[in-house]
Nanobody, 125 residues
């Protein structure tokens, strides 16, 4: 079993930055692929970024160049550095994990086996 606990959300003005954290527990083999997805009020879930065991990353086009996903294996913590935030980034952000060896892509994140409870990010204009 994998447990994921997000933190770091909050309110920020447009152009600001936030760093989300996701503390992970459970067998490392069960969270070989990790990532973030978000869901804005009244909208569908959207994969944001993923990172695999080799450190390879994928991003949805709307956040490329602004967001950076990283993993600290020593701390069992996943991060999402979000810069140049826009009002359209406002959403609940969720951490997700999966044991898959392949297919660690942001557009598959809704199939990931484990997810956290989420942390709210609000960007005002």
């Amino acid at each position: 079993q994998v447990q994921l606990v997000e933190s770091g959300g909050g309110s920020v003005q447009s152009g600001g930055s936030l760093r989300l954290s996701c503390a992970a527990s459970g067998y490392p083999s069960s969270r070989r692929c990790m990532g973030w997805f978000r869901q804005a009020s009244g909208k569908e879930r959207e994969g944001v970024a993923t990172i695999d065991g080799d450190g390879d990353t994928t991003y949805v086009s709307s956040v490329k160049g602004r967001f950076a996903i990283s993993l600290d294996n020593a701390k069992n913590t996943l991060y999402l550095q979000m810069n140049s935030l826009k009002p359209e980034d406002t959403a609940m952000y969720y951490c997700a994990a999966d044991p898959r060896y392949s297919g660690c892509y942001y557009y598959y994140i809704q199939d990931f086996h484990f997810r956290g409870q989420g942390t709210q990010v609000t960007v005002s204009s």
